[in-house]
């Protein structure tokens, strides 16, 4: 028995080579190793895809009409339309709770021009006016806390006079947040004036 193998003849070797060949032009056959695998970088760009449709096929006309009605469900919402408004402040109890803050004077609402102001003062080169900048500051956060506790406690006790139960989860945090907020760039506008006797809308 001989001990090695008879190398295959030319022939066969050319057959072989012409098989690979036509299996790997085939369409119908899966790639094989003589195919380069495609970068992974590729393969992303060409299954990415934009995440807003490209509007350039629009008429300049339908593009203002769009900007219009963007803006005027805009203005809608900073008015506190129902419809317009985010699922967050829709409802009678959320505008009670918006109102109970709008009717009055809070602490926080004054903080950060305040706390702007004690930025400026720091910035000056005399001692006392960095020291002093520095306990109104702190002292207006304290009174600004003790006040948005007080208003709570107070909203609370009109809340359930109006609803017959107490707020719901959430609703001190949507209170508190909505004091600590300048009048004028509250979202939903102030619907009431201050002083305004609060009432269910």
Not at 97 to 123: K, N, Y
Request: charge should be positive; avoid cysteine.
């Amino acid at each position: 028995m001989p001990l090695w193998k008879k190398s295959a003849e030319p022939a066969e070797l050319s057959a072989a080579h012409t098989a690979d060949a036509r299996s790997s032009d085939d369409p119908s056959r899966p790639a094989g190793k003589g195919r380069p695998t495609p970068k992974r970088r590729d393969a992303e760009a060409a299954n990415r895809r934009p995440l807003v449709a490209a509007d350039s096929h629009k008429t300049p006309e339908a593009k203002a009409k769009a900007r219009a009605d963007r803006q005027a469900a805009r203005e809608a919402m900073l008015r506190g339309e129902e419809r317009y408004l985010s699922p967050r402040d829709r409802g009678p109890e959320r505008r009670f709770l918006r109102d109970a803050v709008d009717v009055r004077r809070s602490i926080g609402e004054f903080l950060l021009p305040i706390m702007i102001t004690v930025l400026a003062l720091s910035l000056l080169p005399w001692a006392w006016a960095r020291t002093g900048g520095f306990f109104v500051a702190y002292g207006l956060m304290i009174f600004a806390i003790i006040d948005s506790w007080m208003l709570w406690r107070r909203v609370k006790g009109h809340f359930v006079e109006a609803f017959g139960h107490l707020p719901g989860k959430g609703s001190a945090s949507y209170v508190v947040l909505r004091a600590f907020q300048m009048r004028g760039s509250r979202i939903p506008r102030p619907a009431v004036k201050r002083g305004d006797e609060l009432r269910r809308r």
